[in-house]
């Protein structure tokens, strides 16, 4: 059994891709990119240029679908999944190999940006609203609910 490798902080190269296999299964295919990191001489943790690390990613059914709808280019994500080698021969004959991360689980990081999700969820604004009591200022009346401190 493969281990499971994490790769906790990686941009998106390209948006995904999302294809159907013929048994009509969603495969998705996007590339990451993550740069090491290393100390200084005076002891601070700095970009390892040297020592970057490009990754195939495929992911299946829905996380696929979810992908391609929720991730664009140079988006920050976290990717868990098994490494696996994809192998092949050109037509010239050339033997071929990639390493590819088969993603169980992707996570987009809002530390640059929000991403939507769903066309439905609720809109927020600025000002209460007008039948909420706890924040326009408004008391119920008598009874154990008039005190101003929710009942909580």
Do not use: Y
């Not at 090491?36 to 690390?53: A, N």
């Not at 021969?89 to 999700?117: C, N, Q, Y």
């Not at 200022?137 to 929710?150: A, F, L, R």
Request: aromatic residues 6%.
């Amino acid at each position: 059994m493969l281990p499971i490798v994490t790769v906790p902080e990686a941009r998106v190269v390209n948006d995904p891709e999302l294809r159907f296999a013929p048994s009509g299964v969603a495969v998705g295919r996007f590339r990451v990119v993550c740069n090491g990191i290393k100390k200084d001489g005076d002891g601070k943790w700095v970009s390892d240029d040297d020592h970057t690390l490009w990754l195939s990613v495929t992911c299946f059914r829905q996380l696929a679908e979810n992908c391609a709808e929720s991730l664009r280019k140079g988006d920050l994500v976290s990717v868990t999944g098994k490494l696996e080698t994809d192998e092949w021969e050109t037509e010239a004959g050339e033997k071929r190999s990639r390493t590819v991360l088969v993603a169980d689980s992707v996570a987009a990081s809002l530390k640059f940006r929000m991403i939507p999700h769903g066309a439905g969820r609720a809109e927020r604004t600025s000002e209460p609203s007008s039948d909420d009591r706890w924040q326009s200022g408004g008391s119920s009346s008598g009874g154990e609910g008039s005190s101003e401190d929710p009942p909580f």
